[in-house]
């Protein structure tokens, strides 16, 4: 009985210590149980781009780059990219970000929470007739017609990028912050675009309204170099992760597409199509131009638009994308190198150089695709490349955002 009840002691003992440490683990390896759920996001204007296979290279009656763009096989990984170009309307909403900011910093709409941290009052509304705020708009002799009008030289933005290249090729000795860049642009559109690429050409109207008028809020916005494509890049990842629903889980940073993730997208899923559409013409059936273009010898209304169309224009491809050939040609993340594929990689190509501003001019190349409404329509072939320098702003080169896609689609199954 003695030895029964030494048992039974034992089994209890056991099943309590069992069930305490249920709350901690149970000895079997699971994995941190306390690890938020995922389910994916679903960013608003984006379509979900699933991984594939693509061959990139200039066609074969392209004599004199075959040499150079020999054909190739590569893979991407899923990705979101916008449905259309980035719209004067959206572009606005970043603009009008910096403006307030500005003038909240102005003003001292400051708030500070219990830890000491200071964060900016964006409850308090903002009075632009504030003469605080007068430093904000031109002065004196700057004034045309005595209109009060904003200074956008002050619309200036600090973006940050982190260069984990760097950072996987440094030494032990290398510090955190030696891969931690920082740069303060100008993020307001260079409207003088459209006078400046036309010589003996009257566009000033295009200079005056094009961003400003509600009439082009829903075309593609152009003016904007590169460098403030990715500031409108890293600013879009601020107010998604500022959003309290979105929390922390996406990781990941709205950015500029890279060149191939862009041919691949462009595609719709066609490999070797020659433009988005899949076909091998400009035309359809019925003699109807299928994008936005120079047709002919200049006639350019031919196609329904004499410059930019709405961004939604046309027909999409097949992965549900706009314009992906003409309307604007579109920045991509990737610098240009003429023999790049060459060297390449055939998974996720990416090829980058962040060039300074007193770097030579070769190193300033970005790689820039799919034509634009002044281009003939040999540069709206989906394996045309073409280059444009970071710092240069056209009337005729606009941008949308891409987002790598976090685990797998049902689509890549």
């Given at each position: 009985?003695?030895?029964?009840?030494?048992?039974?002691?034992?089994?209890?003992?056991?099943?309590?210590?069992?069930?305490?440490?249920?709350?901690?683990?149970?000895?079997?390896?699971?994995?941190?149980?306390?690890?938020?759920?995922?389910?994916?996001?679903?960013?608003?204007?984006?379509?979900?781009?699933?991984?594939?296979?693509?061959?990139?290279?200039?066609?074969?009656?392209?004599?004199?780059?075959?040499?150079?763009?020999?054909?190739?096989?590569?893979?991407?990984?899923?990705?979101?990219?916008?449905?259309?170009?980035?719209?004067?309307?959206?572009?606005?909403?970043?603009?009008?970000?910096?403006?307030?900011?500005?003038?909240?910093?102005?003003?001292?709409?400051?708030?500070?929470?219990?830890?000491?941290?200071?964060?900016?009052?964006?409850?308090?509304?903002?009075?632009?007739e504030d003469e605080a705020l007068e430093d904000l708009f031109y002065q004196g002799?700057?004034?045309?017609?005595?209109?009060?009008?904003?200074?956008?030289?002050?619309?200036?933005?600090?973006?940050?990028?982190?260069?984990?290249?760097?950072?996987?090729?440094?030494?032990?000795?290398?510090?955190?912050?030696?891969?931690?860049?920082?740069?303060?642009?100008?993020?307001?559109?260079?409207?003088?675009?459209?006078?400046?690429?036309?010589?003996?050409?009257?566009?000033?109207?295009?200079?005056?309204?094009?961003?400003?008028?509600?009439?082009?809020?829903?075309?593609?916005?152009?003016?904007?170099?590169?460098?403030?494509?990715?500031?409108?890049?890293?600013?879009?990842?601020?107010?998604?992760?500022?959003?309290?629903?979105?929390?922390?889980?996406?990781?990941?940073?709205?950015?500029?597409?890279?060149?191939?993730?862009?041919?691949?997208?462009?595609?719709?899923?066609?490999?070797?199509?020659?433009?988005?559409?899949?076909?091998?013409?400009?035309?359809?059936?019925?003699?109807?131009?299928?994008?936005?273009?120079?047709?002919g010898r200049g006639n350019y209304p031919e196609d329904g638009g004499l410059y930019?169309?709405?961004?939604?224009?046309?027909?999409?491809?097949?992965?549900?994308?706009?314009?992906?050939?003409?309307?604007?040609?579109?920045?991509?993340?990737?610098?240009?190198?003429?023999?790049?594929?060459?060297?390449?990689?055939?998974?996720?190509?990416?090829?980058?150089?962040?060039?300074?501003?007193?770097?030579?001019?070769?190193?300033?190349?970005?790689?820039?695709?799919?034509?634009?409404?002044?281009?003939?329509?040999?540069?709206?072939?989906?394996?045309?490349?073409?280059?444009?320098?970071?710092?240069?702003?056209?009337?005729?080169?606009?941008?949308?955002?891409?987002?790598?896609?976090?685990?797998?689609?049902?689509?890549?199954?």
């Open positions: 009985m003695r030895n029964l009840a030494s048992v039974f002691f034992l089994g209890l003992l056991l099943l309590v210590g069992l069930s305490s440490c249920g709350r901690k683990g149970n000895g079997q390896l699971v994995g941190v149980l306390d690890r938020p759920s995922w389910k994916g996001i679903n960013p608003y204007g984006m379509v979900n781009i699933p991984s594939g296979t693509l061959i990139i290279g200039a066609g074969d009656e392209d004599i004199t780059r075959t040499l150079l763009a020999r054909n190739k096989a590569i893979s991407i990984s899923g990705f979101y990219m916008d449905e259309t170009e980035i719209t004067n309307n959206e572009y606005r909403q970043f603009v009008n970000w910096v403006r307030d900011s500005i003038a909240h910093a102005m003003l001292d709409h400051f708030i500070e929470d219990e830890q000491g941290n200071t964060y900016i009052d964006w409850d308090q509304e903002i009075d632009y002799d700057d004034r045309f017609a005595g209109r009060r009008e904003m200074d956008v030289s002050q619309l200036n933005f600090e973006y940050q990028w982190y260069d984990w290249k760097g950072a996987a090729h440094a030494g032990k000795d290398a510090k955190r912050t030696d891969f931690l860049h920082k740069e303060t642009i100008n993020i307001y559109p260079d409207t003088l675009v459209w006078i400046r690429d036309f010589a003996y050409s009257y566009n000033e109207p295009m200079t005056r309204n094009y961003f400003s008028h509600p009439a082009f809020d829903d075309y593609p916005v152009v003016g904007v170099n590169w460098k403030a494509a990715r500031a409108f890049s890293y600013w879009r990842t601020l107010l998604w992760n500022s959003y309290s629903g979105n929390g922390s889980l996406n990781s990941e940073d709205f950015r500029l597409p890279f060149e191939h993730e862009w041919e691949y997208a462009a595609r719709g899923g066609h490999n070797l199509a020659r433009f988005p559409w899949g076909g091998y013409y400009l035309r359809n059936s019925k003699g109807c131009l299928l994008a936005n273009f120079k047709p930019t169309v709405k961004a939604d224009a046309y027909f999409p491809n097949d992965f549900g994308l706009y314009n992906m050939a003409g309307n604007v040609a579109e920045w991509t993340e990737s610098a240009y190198y003429e023999n790049a594929y060459s060297f390449i990689h055939d998974l996720n190509p990416d090829i980058r150089f962040a060039a300074d501003d007193d770097a030579p001019e070769a190193d300033k190349r970005k790689v820039v695709r799919g034509g634009s409404w002044k281009d003939v329509g040999y540069f709206l072939e989906t394996g045309t490349r073409s280059w444009e320098f970071q710092d240069t702003a056209k009337s005729y080169i606009g941008f949308r955002c891409a987002l790598s896609f976090l685990g797998r689609s049902a689509k890549d199954f």
